[in-house]
């Protein structure tokens, strides 16, 4: 009987240390892409028929907001997983584009010494 609860207590141990892991990966994947959000230009998430810059800084706010406060239930449950959706969204879609229409520092350095032939 005793080794019945003493495995049952490691193997209850054993998951929730992992599902620590997992919630610490998707809140440190939501505070990524929430300060990506804060260094992109406002004008470029229209300009690739994205929603504006202030309407992912308030989403993925707020999934970094719910990941952090636990709720606890099926309902905090349910706001970290549409949390989690909502950073996937905005780093495999939203972000690749407005990256690709943004120049990047090394692309700017680059340019500075260009003259009309090339680099001098």
Do not use: C
């Amino acid at each position: 009987m005793f080794q019945q609860y003493a495995l049952s207590g490691i193997l209850v141990d054993g998951f929730s240390s992992v599902l620590s892991w997992i919630t610490l990966a998707v809140l440190l994947f939501e505070v990524f892409a929430f300060v990506d959000s804060l260094f992109r230009r406002a004008d470029a998430f229209p300009a690739v028929d994205k929603q504006t810059k202030p309407f992912w800084m308030i989403i993925l706010g707020l999934a970094v907001a719910v990941s952090i406060v636990p709720i606890g239930g099926f309902l905090s449950s349910m706001l970290v997983l549409l949390g989690l959706v909502a950073a996937i969204v905005y780093v495999v879609d939203v972000r690749p584009r407005v990256r690709a229409i943004t120049p990047s520092r090394k692309n700017k350095k680059d340019n500075s010494h260009m003259g009309p032939y090339g680099p001098w």
